[in-house]
């Protein structure tokens, strides 16, 4: 049973920039897809962006040129790379290991982290 950790979050100002961190323990972090989820009081859970084991990526369409996710697999670690951000992505984002339906990744937690809280002040 794999565990994942985030770290990074914090409050920053409208057009800047933050990098989430998400470290993996306890299975074979590169062969499985990873993903970032975001949510806000009162909404669903979002995904944010998914990354496969050969490094493929995808995202959704409000972050599309502003995010960027990626990975080290010698590190076991995944990242998030938020530029130009908006009060809009005010949320907490967490990190997780991602089923996979033939080769696409897909929005469905195997182990999620607990989350971080970002914050956009306009």
Do not use: H
């Amino acid at each position: 049973q794999g565990q994942v950790r985030e770290s990074g979050g914090g409050s920053v100002q409208s057009g800047e920039s933050l990098t989430l961190s998400c470290e993996a323990a306890g299975y074979t972090f590169s062969t499985y897809c990873m993903g970032w989820f975001r949510q806000t009081p009162g909404k669903e859970r979002e995904g944010v962006a998914t990354i496969d084991s050969i490094g493929r990526t995808r995202y959704t369409d409000s972050v599309k040129g502003r995010f960027t996710i990626s990975k080290d697999d010698a590190k076991n670690t995944l990242y998030l790379q938020m530029n130009s951000l908006k009060p809009q992505d005010t949320a907490v984002y967490s990190c997780a290991s991602l089923r996979d339906i033939g080769s696409s990744c897909i929005y469905d937690a195997i182990n999620a982290s607990q989350g971080t809280q970002v914050t956009v002040s306009s």
